[in-house]
């Protein structure tokens, strides 16, 4: 499963300002899952909250890293996470708060970290098998 999401907008195509503000992202069991989208200065404190590290490219959103906020909140732990996110490339941070129970909350994150998995997988093993030829083509004319 690649991990793929899409902008409120595709749902409510009639009003635009949801188009920058929400997005989807699915999970590996093909369940969709809403997140508010900050800029990533404009993040506020969310503990506990689970997030999709987000690069803008165009209309496009990569998904570069998801994961939970620490549940303790502090600006050492919010200047940490904005040097590890800035290392990262990302623009965006995605941010799912609709978690009912800690253990619902857990579940939904458990569902997009395997869908991201799987993404990263994918993405390793295509860049692989698209090396591989140029690989064996060189090793084959050095003989």
Known sequence: MLIHGSPVAVTLASDPFFQDRFWYWSGASGRKYIH?????????????????????????????????????????VGTREARRFAS??????????????????????????????????LTRTTALFSRAPEAVSAAALSV
């Open 36 to 76: 508010s989208v900050y800029r990533i200065d404009e993040c506020p404190p969310l503990p506990g909250a689970i997030y999709m590290a987000v690069k803008r490219k165009g209309p496009l959103r990569i998904a570069v890293a998801v994961g939970r906020f620490q549940p303790f909140w502090d600006h050492a």
């Open 88 to 121: 990262l490339g990302v623009d965006e941070l995605h941010v799912h708060l609709l978690g009912k129970t800690p253990a619902q909350t857990e579940a939904v994150f458990l569902d997009l970290q395997e869908a991201f998995e799987d993404s990263e997988l």
